[in-house]
Every structure is written in structure tokens, then in C-alpha cells.
């Protein structure tokens, strides 16, 4: 499912679905029971008129050579199949403009279900391309061409293995306006990420087992706020020990979501973001984090500026009663509860 935010549950941003057409485009198709060889039959019977074709689930693991015949299918689902190349014929789809395909999610044990490993430099080929969705692969090492995508808008590369050489390739595609690439294998942003300067929503939530955040951390790259146009940011588990004054140039956040991070304070400059809805701040009790619970959190003056917010989420924090009753009186009528 796009743009899950790895919480234990998982959050879920029902306004998002706006921006992911990917995932409401085929949620608003029937599911076809009918084998794959039947499916791209009819496809081909009438290949000028198909637009749409959705083959997901059906183990798919090539793609005929015919299947260039389809010269206008602007949107192709190939979702948990056993693909371990994208079919080199989807590179002949001059018309495509969203290409989703999934493999299978981390916690998935069947030795026979294969995914994505590496993408060809045809890819370059695909210059309407808009959307891709490639979440759960095991993609790594994306070659020079894949910075051609430059239509491309909305990028999920969520589960994959992706390291910070890829994210230089990654910071060349300035179109994007959104862009997952959570539980990777990143430790930094290069400061060419500055290039994304359309970004609206930004995941960046790292690897979870067993309910605890276990991959690669970047702790809170400043670069990010230079991204002047976010609305949505989510860093969970990302060892954040601090947040930089800089934060304050994000100001038309919407959602901010820094769940299981040990930072103890806030800048003043958090008050900048008057936007804010949804406040994640929320602490994750266990192993060694357990010690950051006991600790006192102070807020800023400035948190009282916040006066949109709807959701402030901060109840595993050690707040004292004085501060807790401070942000209650300034913060929204009801959004602060009385403390037990």
C-alpha cells in the first residue's frame, strides 16, 4: 500500500490519496480473476484503446514482446509478481506515464517470490513518465540514466536498498513533488537535495522490527530545510538527538511526524511553523530509548503559536506539571487533555 508510515500501527493520512493517483487508480478497479496470458490477449485484440492495464498478483515474471503493440497505455501495474527485471519491452511504452511495480514487504518469508534488484539505464527511455512506484524491491546501485526522468513527480522507493550515492542520482529528477525513500540504507542527503525544491511530501521513516527502528539513521539533515514548499515530513527512528533552528523555514508544514527520535528539546523557531496540523513527537519506551521516557521535555515559548494544530502527539515524554499546564492553556481549546 503507498505511503504507509511505519508506526506501531501504522498511521494513515487520508488526504494523501489526493496526491498518490497510483494507489486510487487501482483501488478503483475490479479485481480480474482471469490468468495473465488471457488478460494481455484482450489487450492486444484492441492495443489502441487500452490505457489502463493493472496485472498484478498474477506472478508475472516477463512480458511478451508484443506487448509494444500497446503504444497508448499510459498506466501499468505489475504489483507483487515474481519480476527480477523491469520487462525490457515496457521500455518501447512511449505513452507511459505511471508505472507501479511492488515487490513483496519485508516481513514476507517465501523463498520463491522474487523483486527487483537493479534498474537497466533504458528506463531513460520512458520520458512521460510521472509516477513510479517501486516500493519493496531490493534495488540498489540506479544508474546515471535514471536522473533523465526529469516529468517524473511522485517517486516510492519505500524498502529497498538504496545507499547515498543513489540519492545524488536521485536529487537530479527537480520535478518531484513527492518522494518516499523510507527503510533504505541511507546515513546522509547530499546537499544537492536542495534541487527538490517542488517537494511537497517527504518520507524518510527508517527500517522497524519487532516494533523498534533497526537500519540506517541520518539523525535531521539541515538540508531539508531548504525544502520551502513541504507540507508533509515523517523521520521516524531516525536517531534525531537535535533539531536545527533552520526548521523554522518550513513553514507551510502541515504534518510533521518524528515519532521514536531523542531529542529533549525544541528551538524557538519551531513557533514558524503555523501550519501544522498533525505534531508527532511521541517517544518509543523500549531498549534504549526506555531511559529518554524519565526524562524531563521542555517546549519552547514559541510552541503557543501553533494554533492549528488538531493532533499534538507527545504522551511516552516526561512533561512536568507546570509545562504540561502552560501548553494546555495556550495550545487549542481541547487538544491538550487534562492530565490523570
Given amino acids: 500500500m503507498l505511503l504507509s508510515l511505519f508506526i506501531m500501527p501504522k498511521i494513515k493520512i487520508a488526504f494523501i490519496c489526493g496526491f498518490i493517483l497510483l494507489t486510487c487508480l487501482l483501488y478503483a478497479q475490479d479485481e480480474d480473476s482471469r490468468p495473465v496470458k488471457e488478460i494481455i490477449a484482450e489487450a492486444l485484440a484492441n492495443p489502441d484503446t487500452v490505457t489502463v492495464l493493472d496485472l498484478s498478483d498474477k506472478l508475472v515474471d516477463a512480458l511478451p514482446e508484443d506487448f509494444a503493440k500497446l503504444k497508448n497505455l499510459k498506466t ?22 505511471a508505472l507501479s511495480i511492488t515487490g513483496w514487504p519485508y516481513y514476507d518469508d517465501d523463498t520463491n517470490h522474487h523483486t527487483l534488484v537493479r534498474i537497466s539505464p533504458q528506463i531513460a527511455s520512458l520520458t512521460k513518465l510521472h509516477e513510479l512506484n517501486l516500493e519493496s524491491n531490493s534495488i540498489h546501485d540506479l544508474p546515471q540514466e ?17 545507499n547515498d550515492s543513489d540519492m545524488k542520482v536521485i536529487c537530479k529528477l527537480d520535478s518531484l513533488t513527492s518522494l518516499d525513500i523510507s527503510a533504505n540504507d541511507l546515513t546522509r542527503l547530499p546537499i544537492s537535495f536542495s534541487n527538490l525544491k517542488y517537494l511537497k511530501y517527504l518520507l524518510i ?16 539533515p539541515k538540508v531539508i530545510c531548504s525544502l520551502a514548499n513541504l507540507e508533509i515530513l515523517t523521520m521516524q527512528g531516525q536517531a534525531i538527538d537535535s533539531l536545527p533552528v533552520a526548521i523554522g523555514n ?19 523557531s519551531i513557533g514558524n511553523l503555523k501550519e501544522l496540523t498533525d505534531f508527532n513527537i511521541d517517544l518509543l519506551c523500549l531498549g534504549s530509548m526506555s531511559k529518554l521516557c524519565d526524562l524531563h521535555f521542555y517546549f519552547p515559548e514559541s510552541i503557543c503559536n501553533l494554533q492549528k494544530l488538531k493532533k499534538f502527539s507527545f504522551n511516552s515524554r516526561s512533561i512536568a506539571p507546570k509545562e504540561y499546564e502552560r501548553i494546555q492553556k495556550c495550545l487549542p481549546k481541547g487538544l491538550i487533555p487534562n492530565k490523570e
Fill in 146 to 162: 535514471f536522473a533523465k526522468l526529469r516529468l517524473l513527480k511522485l517517486l516510492y522507493f519505500n524498502e529497498n536498498s538504496l
Fill in 76 to 97: 501499468l501495474f505489475l504489483n507483487r509478481d515474481n519480476l527480477t527485471e523491469i520487462p525490457p519491452v515496457i521500455f518501447k511504452l512511449k505513452n507511459l506515464e
Fill in 205 to 220: 521513516n527508517n527500517r522497524w522490527a519487532e516494533g523498534c527502528p533497526v537500519g540506517s539513521t541520518m539523525g535531521f
Fill in 250 to 268: 518550513l513553514k507551510k508544514l502541515k504534518v510533521l511526524d518524528l515519532y521514536a527520535n531523542s531529542f529533549l528539546s525544541m528551538p524557538e
